[in-house]
């Protein structure tokens, strides 16, 4: 060092130089100097701070080699939700998804003449790593997380800080104070054989494939062990930006890049869905020779506004999509079939296989569905059977290869009896009904009649029970789940509040601290809200969205608990079949049990309250005709006799003659009508729907009004465009709050359009139909005034 140059001096000019070199290294894949040149800086560097304490920075590349081990990870809300995307398999599924973006965004259409309009599209590998997000204030790096369940996720901010491709301090200028950089941290090919040849050598167990490496890699505590691992980040977006960016999702990229982030060097714009077709073609080609594992191709419509135009459907948006490679096959032998106990009692099939590699991953289960599959497939054990990992994830047996089964080939019978508990297995039965008629036959699903008896099953609805979106109780994952059953601490959920610190300090892995967290953890549960516990219970085929209809709509548990499917099927989304499966679990009278335990021992429901207006008066008299699928009744003809009878009791009662005046209600109509009501039990089914819709506030005659505090009960509103103030999302709840519901689509029952930077067919719909429409700032002063 010259002289006349301080130490920190040195430091900073070093600091620059060896952050230029990891620049041109790892983001332009151009290195300028050899790597006994970068050794070299970086041990000068690391023995200047060793000379110089005081002068070490976080930003400095010498600390990405860990700190100290944490006790747990913490928890990071995403301010904006990090979704999954939907698949394609099949080039028809891309097919699919296209017309719908050119559609959603009101594109001309193709016909004889033309392909019609071209959207363009990003097009990146899809790589096999773990989604991360890294959030820079400043420029700094300030926190990494997971994705996890996608609304929240660990705090991985000391392992990312390991990764060394990550910049600490953001490069060049121009960045927003606030930027949130999504990516895939995942382990090169080289790297994950390197790092599996070492734990060989030290009598380790070797990681199945290199997207198993990097998640366990990032997900350790001492983040001494992340920075030994050979792992690399691709942005592939951003989420949360208090900034201007390119209005296009390349060009944010391409500023990611000028900011120091990694960005896939495969990154290309196709034009039109052919040229799209042709990348996942190359893409396929060249897969093989990457230094990394992909599985597919992801594109993205390439104009933000666009983006924002499509929106999002569930939990995936509708302006991107994963197009996933072909799954790779290979042949090896079923060596036997074990069935497996599901949280529903379902008993599984599951195929143990000769063990065989498959898409460079060790496949030695494969799951067989049902026995309805089994059959299809005419497959028995000891056959040699055909591979394949499904989406390159889920492996399973594509077909058996004939003329190689050997002699003593078994055939696969499903067990008499629950391998768990020994209680029986029965035969589900599928019951279809349609017109006033039930169909009975025999399911492809087998299911142990035990219940909560079984282990298996009462393991995974206690599973499901404390899972974080239902009711959160942190610290107890499966393996004290399965301790405390095993033990026959815990019988059914409602045990769990009646658990005691020397039971929980008692078990393995638990010490004073630990059980006492537990405790509190199971404590804060007791006050769930209404939608948490609904989809805690387990209900069969209500999901977290079911079970946020059900609380919002209805209101109260005990509303949802008596609702008769004929008035659940009210509700949007709900068919006959769950609006069934609802009403029968709450029938039964083992799970009235534990509910009513739950609530004795101190769960108490949340946002509990009336009926949503929404529904208030929602009902018609010909809506219940029709719902009651009378054979040859149709809707127009339930209006027609509602409009002709005016009350239900008046249609029961209706002989002939009276029939005969409904006009255009021929013979066969006015028959059936007589022959559905003339059998008792239909005709009380329809006196207790409605005298349940009358009860519950939603029967014809029932008062439509406004609730106080509600003033927007009643009405349609629109989102569209960008809001700067608020995320669509939180507007959303805001105006459900008001009473209002939010529709996707504008149409002349739409009270009003809020119009956002960036709207487009929506609100060109809304000016043709002369609706209401306010921008920003009138809509946040509407709000303001509403809820004063």
Known sequence: MPSAQTAAERIAELRSEIDAHNYRYYVLDEPSVPDAEYDRLFKELRALEAEHPELVTPESPTQRVGGEALAAFGQVRHEVPMLSLGNAFEEQDLTDFDRRAREGLDLPAGDLFGDGAELEYSCE??????????????????RGATRGDGSTGEDISANVRTVRNIPLKLHGSGWPAVLEVRGEIYMPKAGFEALNARQLESGGKPFANPRNAAAGSLRQLDSKITASRPLELCAYGVGRSDGELADTHIGILQALKGWGLPISRELKLARGLAECREYFQAMGEKRDALPYEIDGVVFKVNSIAQQRELGFRAREPRWAIAHKFPAREEITELLGVEFQVGRTGAITPVARLKPVQVAGVTVSNATLHNMDEVARLGVMIGDTVIVRRAGD????ILGIIAERRPADARAVA????????????????????????????????????????????????????????????????????EQLVDKELIRSPADLYCLTFEQVVALEGFAEVSSRNLLKSIEASRTPTLARFIYALGIPDVGEETAKLLARALGSLERVARALPDVLVYLPDVGLEVAHEIHSFFQDAHNQQVIEQLLKRGVQLQEEGDIHPEFAACATLAGLIDKLDIPFIARTGAQRLADRFGSLEAIIGADWLDLRQVERLNEKAARALRDYFDVPENAQRARDVEAQLRDFGMHWQSERKSVEGLPLAGQTWVLTGTLEAMSRDEAKVQLEALGAKVSGSVSARTSCVVAGPGAG??????NELGLKVLDEPAFLEQLAKLQA
């Open 125 to 142: 590998p899809k790589l096999d790593g773990l989604a991360v997000s890294l959030l820079y204030e400043n420029g700094h790096l300030v």
């Open 393 to 396: 994830v889920i492996p399973q």
């Open 761 to 766: 067919s929506k609100l060109a719909k809304a």
């Open 414 to 481: 499903v067990p008499e009896s629950c391998p768990v508990c020994g209680s029986a297995v029965e035969r589900t039965q599928l019951i279809k009904r349609s017109k006033g008629r039930e169909t009975v036959s025999e399911g492809s699903i087998y299911r142990c009649v035990g219940r909560l008896a079984c282990q298996a099953q009462l393991k995974q609805a206690i599973i499901h029970f404390v899972s974080r979106r239902a009711m959160d109780i942190d610290g107890l994952g499966d393996k004290i789940v």
